[in-house]
């Protein structure tokens, strides 16, 4: 159970930083840098002073910037936290890439580098240089416009509503009545969304086409001669390969699509329909209303904290924290951002779960997803410096996916009816397999886009068709709704805020789901494991990381046949 007394973290002592520092301008911050800048190094021990120093600047800056990205996400429609956010994007961002690119020179120069623990920094250092290939003054103004154009998503996406019942609702909320076991119900609210969606497509195609010119003018100006070439040195993608995606795609394709098409085959027959429409696949095949797992927000935190305790105590008490300190901001709501996200805030240590709560299952798997980052910034939050936090996606992702599996035998205390149970355990696992197959469209259509940087915005829909047509079911019939098809990556905002980061889903939905296979063999071991794993932050490469989980970096066809079975024998246990 939940436990009555936890201590609540305070921010560390700052050492280099006044304690209640406003950054309110540029001229607060630069005395900082220029320490850092000018000051003198004469020994190992004063790099690794002056390298504490500058995480500690990393981490306020870091947390300042974090905290403007959460309330205006929180709040879109609010111009106070729109240009708050703006501010530090155009008045403080544009000052310190100059200043970073010079600390990174001067560390990677230090005479004292070597004498540095070569095993404890390799990771650092090796990142490090990567970023100084690819720095570039006049990529700078570039970067800035990229980050505020980006934005722009979330606003157009945020003001998204239908009318439905006589009241306005998200299409979040719109999304959760696709459950209906009313089929009428379920296209009419299908095509409200569709068409509202539709309203803002031109909007949303200029402001892509305007990303990828922007993009791929970095990439020129750094060298480069395509952005995805450059976003993946960018990524830090050191562990794996272009060509390592594109086996990736091949490998889901082959071994994932016939075991979604074999479901889908089940659904339409359950169903007792003729065509299997796209308003009929989040319906229960059975006929049977949603699944309620919650009623409130409120309801869906104390159900998360018991779940977690039950999992780990330590990881109950982590959202118990959350709750209290008021990092939680759960429940959909008008003019607030789509989508959900765990934001790591490395000074304090206790990040912030925001999601778009409507009361379904969905919600409760997005719940536990960011939790299991949460579970993951808690174990970071001791080590050294800020850099070390900063895991890269493929590892940040396994934390998240691997605990939807691992709570998922805690359910209960969602679901208290058994049949309830097993259709939210079988809806987890077929989703689990789904997903890879929107990750690898979503990842392949980007090499594409990028590669072709030149297209125009019919060739970009005929692109997207063509791919979406290599991991999509040919069971569901999309018939009359052909230009809804080719639209449906615009409902990915990661294609338009942080491009190139998506298939690190599909690499860590694989991982999770051999964590998981290891926790129905051995429960502790595997938990200790995982834990082991993810204490070590971004202190060791994606391959040794996943190896001290206990699991193997790999998207070979014969490893996604072995997992997507081991899937197939779990659902049909249930």
Known sequence: MPHKHIEIPIKPLRHFLPQNLIIDSWS????FFMDLKNREICSAKDLEQWLLNRSELEAVLGEDMAWRYIKMTCDTANQQLLDSFNFFVNEIEPYTAPFINQLNIIFIESPYLKELDQEKYRIYIRGIKKTLELYRDENIPLLTKISTEAQKYAAVTGAMTIVWGGEEITLQKAASILKDTDRKVREEVFNKTQQRRGADKKNLNNLFSELIQLRHQVALNAGYTNYRDYKFAELGRFDYTVQDCCNFHQS?????????????RERKKL???????PWDTEVDALGKPALKPFESSNELVDKSIECFCKVRPAYGEYLEIMKAMGHLDLESRIGKAPGGYNYPLHEIGVPFIFMNSVGTHRDLVTMVHEGGHAVHSFLTRSLEITDFKSTPSEVAELASMSMELISMEHWDVFFNNEDDLKRAKKEQLEKSLKTLLWIAAVDKFQHWVYENHAHTVDERMDAWVNVIDQFSSKVIDWTGFEEVKARLWENQLHIFEVPFYYIEYGMAQLGAIAVWR???????????MYEAALRLGYTKSIPEIYKTAGIEFNFSQEYVKELAGFVKSELEKI
């Open 28 to 31: 607060r911050i630069e005395p």
């Open 252 to 264: 889901i394709a082959k071994e994932v699509l016939p075991l979604a098409e074999a479901s889908d």
């Open 271 to 277: 169903l007792k329909l003729e065509t299997l429409k």
């Open 518 to 528: 290891n926790y129905k063999q051995n429960p502790e071991q595997a938990l200790d």
